[in-house]
């Protein structure tokens, strides 16, 4: 079955680095887009960042263009989220995604989150 297990979160102040990783199992993870979504308190869930397979494209939200690179390792079938220069705006927890077909419906599947605090 697929499997999503984010790592990496924690406290950094403002200014700040944290890189996030998110280790995938139970599917030909090279084949398949991979994102990165955040829900901060209060509010819906958005997309931080996209990776398609290998040679597809990257997809960034404008609030984290320039700060933020998403990558991510085939072999070791994982996904990374460097985060630089860190505001308290991106205070949230920080969601791995995958989504791909079971039977003839598409599913999102999704890691249990990783608690990213901005703050001094």
């Known amino acids: 079955q697929v499997q999503l297990v984010e790592s990496g979160g924690g406290l950094v102040q403002p200014g700040g680095s944290l890189r996030l990783s998110c280790a995938a199992s139970g599917f030909t993870f090279s084949s398949y887009t991979m994102s990165w979504y955040r829900q901060a308190p209060g509010k819906e869930r958005e997309l931080v960042a996209a990776i398609g397979p290998p040679g597809g494209s990257l997809n960034y939200a404008d609030s984290v263009k320039g700060r933020f690179t998403i990558s991510r390792d085939n072999a070791k079938s994982t996904v990374f989220l460097q985060m630089n220069s860190l505001k308290p705006e991106d205070t949230a927890v920080y969601y791995c995604?995958?989504?791909?077909?079971?039977?003839?419906?598409?599913?999102?599947?999704w890691g249990q989150g990783t608690q990213v605090t901005v703050s001094s």
């Open positions: 995604k995958v989504r791909k077909s079971k039977g003839h419906a598409m599913m999102d599947y």
